[in-house]
């Protein structure tokens, strides 16, 4: 069985651009790119912002 040549463009495209969302997103929105927030950290940013 051969894949007919749209099918397999068709294929190629929707390959590509999962590559490419799993590249963006890695890029943007990974694991690396999150910040770290502690009790501490949140408790003195939200005392300094209260109003006295």
Do not use: C, D, N, W
């Amino acid at each position: 069985m051969r894949t007919r040549p749209f099918a397999r463009e068709i294929a190629f495209a929707l390959a590509f651009k999962l590559i490419a969302l799993i590249a963006l997103y890695v890029a943007f929105f990974g694991p690396a790119h999150r910040i770290r927030v502690t009790p501490t950290q949140m408790a003195e940013t939200l005392s300094a912002a209260a109003p006295r």
